[in-house]
């Protein structure tokens, strides 16, 4: 009974409690695993970064209980998209969420962007900021092919793209892939922004 209750204990500790999804810790440690994997020729090794547009000013508006609906409608709509055993959904803080896809390359991972993108317009959430349009998210992506970045550096250049979409207008995926034929130092994927 103990050992049963550590368990339950121990997976509990992984899980945000809000949304149900992983929490930072538990994505920290499948993104040291994935990236592992993806060193030893597993390849391409996909991050998404995932923020709700104007968020504070829909807790303003509407409430945090209301905000709290939001962002469970959020993760229904990430838990929906990360349908193979290996991907991961999870809240990395506040509004922010992230997403480990593995096996994925920059197309396929900017391609479930999309996905959740459109998915979360199509819920018609109230959106504080310009009523009547529906509630909108910025999503950033980076991906490894080849390259062994390290898994901080896959993780802030999905920051870093995320920031690039927001700064863009909102309401869209930026994405970079690292290379070893593209000089990180180098944007050179300001290719593919999806409106």
């Known amino acids: 009974a103990l050992q049963e209750v550590n368990e339950k204990l121990e997976r509990l500790s992984q899980i945000d409690a809000l949304t149900g999804l992983a929490n930072r810790r538990s994505f920290d440690q499948q993104l040291a695993l994935e990236y592992a994997r993806h060193v030893r020729g597993a390849g391409a090794l996909s ?12 807790n303003d508006r509407y409430g945090h209980a209301q905000g709290d609906v939001y962002l469970q409608s959020l993760a229904a709509v990430l838990k929906a998209e990360m349908s193979r055993p ?18 994925t390359d920059l197309a ?3 391609q479930v962007a999309e996905q959740i ?20 998210v910025s999503i950033g992506v980076a991906s490894l092919q080849g390259d062994h970045s390290s898994a901080e550096d896959l993780l802030r250049q999905a920051d870093v793209q995320l920031y690039r979409a927001k700064n863009a207008g909102r309401n869209r995926v930026c994405g970079i892939l690292l290379s070893e034929h593209v000089t990180k130092a180098t944007d050179v994927l300001n290719q593919k922004i999806l409106h």
């Open 117 to 136: 993108r459109e998915a979360v317009i199509a819920m018609h959430l109230d959106n504080a900021q310009t009523p009547p349009k529906p509630l909108t």
């Open 47 to 58: 991050v998404l970064m995932v923020d709700i547009d104007f968020f504070k000013r829909i």
């Open 108 to 110: 396929g991972a900017m």
């Open 86 to 103: 290996n991907d991961l959904a999870a809240r990395y803080g506040g509004e922010e969420f992230v997403c480990i896809l593995p096996d």
